[in-house]
């Protein structure tokens, strides 16, 4: 769903900005190649899942999901990824507070639903890391979206191409992590 979602939005700019619609065809196919030979695990997935996409019920304080329409076959932690990265910490103290919080998140979703029960996989640390090998594909989907959007017709070019400009630059943090991501990743997978 991800891939077919990402070149639904790519034929947007096809014809707006061939510059854009270049950059983004050349990222999406390195990122597609890149996550297919990790070979993570899929479930059905939401999508979309943050926390704007998140409502509280009134007095009952259910939570609730809305904005369905990315739902579908995904990569399973990516909306892991996608939930975590709107959290940005600012202190050390924020970020250890974070990291636990996040692995907590984790850990229950590892016991509660796991993708592929019993399996070694399921262990929070391996989910925790596909996450964050995720995340750059999370800013690339985003940018992407926030430039497609940027060319409906009455929208506010600006604010959405600052929108996406942003994310763009947050893909290029988040590759440089990546890599060592993707060092502990193999390292998993050998043991």
């Keep these: 769903m991800l891939w077919s979602c990402c070149n639904a939005l790519l034929e947007q700019l096809n014809g707006n900005n061939e510059k854009l619609y270049q950059t983004y065809s050349t990222q999406l196919r390195h990122q597609k190649l890149v996550l297919e030979a990790l070979h993570l695990p899929l479930v059905l997935g939401h ?4 926390p704007s996409n998140v409502i509280i019920l009134g007095d009952s304080g259910e939570a609730r999901l809305i904005d369905w329409e990315t739902c579908g076959c995904h990569y399973r932690a990516y909306d892991l990824a996608k939930f975590f990265r709107a959290v940005e910490p600012h202190t050390n103290e924020e970020h250890q507070l974070l ?27 391996w989910v925790s890391l596909e996450s964050k090998l995720l995340l750059p594909m999370t800013w690339l989907e985003a940018a992407l979206f926030f430039h497609c959007k940027s060319y409906d017709e009455g929208s506010e070019v600006d604010l959405y191409t600052n929108y996406a400009e942003q994310r763009l630059r947050s893909y290029g943090k988040s590759l440089k992590q990546w890599e060592v991501d993707l060092k502990e990743y193999q390292s998993l997978s050998c043991k």
Excluded: L
Excluded at 47 to 50: A, H, I, L, Q, S
Excluded at 102 to 109: D, E
């Design 47 to 50: 999508g979309d899942f943050k």
């Design 99 to 125: 990291s636990r919080n996040r692995f907590t998140f984790i850990k229950n979703y590892c016991d509660n639903v796991g993708a592929t029960r019993g399996a070694s996989t399921d262990d929070p640390t």
